[in-house]
């Protein structure tokens, strides 16, 4: 005879238990919710619907404050885009160097970089678009400076060439000779000493006079 999973039929006015089988009921799985017949949540199952609603508790203002805070300093502690390349302007200079992007303002040339405008060349270091550290400066007239700049400034150390042959080396400050420094004359006439907004302390210095072959050079 051949098996089959066929159930035994019921009997009248109930259903056929198998051997072994209870009416006990089986244990809630962990985590379920249980409800009274009323329909209304046991205690249980309000507790945890508190713990959720506690979950999801908006943020306080001094939560939201401390984010936004936290958000911003990472932004401004963010490195700005920053490259090299060449770059044109409509009255005709052209800038070849470094640059990086900074808010409200674009691309500024920051780094290392030459600019040429007509007849005049700077070679040397920028800082967020102006002429600052150290570079070389050639102008039209011929004259030339060599040394510290700041916000496009000689200020600092450096040496200044007026096209006659005169020069002078030492400290400037916002475009003067002011501090130590030497002046030498196109003949050869040599100051050393102190200098104040570009005029020589007699007191503080002294004249040194040239030598015959300074002076046919």
Avoid: C
Avoid at 179 to 196: D, P, Q, V
Avoid at 204 to 210: E, L, T
């Amino acid at each position: 005879m051949s098996s089959h999973n066929q159930s035994p039929p019921a009997s009248p006015g109930g259903s056929r238990r198998r051997s072994g089988q209870t009416n006990a009921t089986p244990p809630a799985a962990k985590g379920a919710t249980s409800a009274r017949k009323d329909g209304k949540p046991t205690a249980a199952s309000a507790s945890g619907k508190e713990k959720e609603k506690d979950s999801s508790k908006p943020k306080s203002k001094k939560e939201l404050e401390a984010e936004r805070l936290a958000l911003e300093e990472a932004e401004r502690n963010k490195p700005p885009p920053s490259g090299s390349g060449q770059f044109e302007f409509a009255n005709g200079a052209i800038y070849e160097g470094e640059w990086k992007e900074l808010p409200g303002l674009g691309k500024v040339r920051h780094g290392f970089g030459r600019f040429r405008h007509g007849g005049e060349l700077y070679e040397g270091t920028w800082k967020e678009g102006n002429i600052s550290g150290r570079g070389q400066y050639h102008f039209s007239s011929g004259a030339m400076y060599d040394g510290d700049w700041l916000l496009n400034r000689f200020h600092g150390r450096g040496t200044y060439r007026w096209p006659s042959g005169a020069a002078y080396t030492g400290e400037w400050v916002e475009n003067h000779m002011h501090g130590a420094g030497a002046f030498i004359t196109s003949n050869g006439e040599r100051f050393e000493g102190k200098f104040h907004n570009d005029r020589f302390l007699n007191a503080q210095g002294h004249w040194i006079p040239p030598t015959t072959e300074e002076v046919r050079q």
